[in-house]
């Protein structure tokens, strides 16, 4: 193996920690340097990664860096990834690639022009959990899919989360926020969706903030925040979706899959780990049998790193990042004109991580 790329990180936000812990446990990545445009934020998590802070534009211009990790608000992800492009740098970011298609689109197709390449979170769907389930789903071990079922419900993240204003404006709610994970997990183990239809609510107008220095503050709601619809794979298999905002409490599974011989249930596509079963006769706990053990975020930044070495696609990639916010907005299209849509795009489905 040769040097570790270089890896400069942009949004020194909540998520920030993790990949800060996680990278120096992988071999192929070195952090370099940590931005953000509050300078005492990039401080602070730089004085803990032991790596020196900067400005995002001195992060962009720097020659130790070949790599941008953004980790800016949805908002900001498609300013970020094509000022980086600009710099010749490649492009790992936080879910959604962009707050929309048409945003989304301009960073593969600047990205396609610079030669570099484009990843996006969630890399979740790399670890043990989602992986096994892949695994026994190729398997056969439950017949041929046909159909799946994934469900989000949470009161919302205003309980828990500082400053969460960014979750209720347009690139956020429960479905661009949340759907990723569970989007990701379903085009992993059916493959890309080719139509959906759905409906969507916003049943409260303003949020109040729960915790932290700003508790009891209002904020207004500029999204849906309780989606459901249902999702045809290019395979004929049928997804029942649910992403929700406004649900204290339900005792609903995560994913599950059906197959003409029996079905499984997948644990949480926001956790890399967790406990697969299958339902033949009975409920059984699968074995691990694939998946990056102990993993967390950060893997799909080292997935990506080797393809960019050794020339092979990687699984966290752009494209398929692209098809999962291309069916997002179609739902929400559909919700909005209470007709199916069509999806425009699609993509590979991701290899699979072996044991």
Known sequence: MGEPMRIGLIGAGNISGQYVNTLPRLDNVVLTRIADLDPAKASALASKAEVPACTPDELYAASDVDIVLNLTIPLAHAEVALAAIGAGKHVYGEKPLAADTAAAKSILDAAAAAGVVVGCAPDTVLGTGVQTARASLDAGDIGVPVAATAFMTTPGHERWHPS???????????????????????????????????????????????????????????????????????????????????????????????????????????????????????????????????????????????????GTPHRADGKLAYHVLDVMECLLRAAETGTSVRIGSTCERPAAVTA
């Open 164 to 310: 969460p204003e960014f979750y209720y404006e347009p690139g956020g709610g429960p479905l661009l926020d949340m759907g990723p994970y569970y989007l990701t997990a379903l085009v992993t183990l059916l493959g890309p969706v080719r139509r959906v239809v759905g409906m969507s609510s916003a049943p409260r107008a303003t949020r109040v903030i729960g915790s932290g220095p700003r508790a009891g503050t209002t904020f207004p709601v500029r999204v849906a925040t309780h989606v459901t619809g249902v999702l045809e794979h290019v395979g004929g298999e049928l997804s029942t979706l649910m992403m929700s905002f406004d649900i204290w409490g339900a005792q609903l599974p995560r994913i599950e899959v059906y197959g003409t011989e029996g079905s499984l249930s997948v644990p949480d596509p926001n956790n890399f780990d967790g406990t697969v079963q299958i339902f033949r006769d009975d409920w059984v706990d699968l074995p691990v049998l694939a998946g990056y053990p102990d993993a967390g975020r950060g893997f799909g930044l080292a997935d990506m790193t080797r393809s960019i070495v050794d």
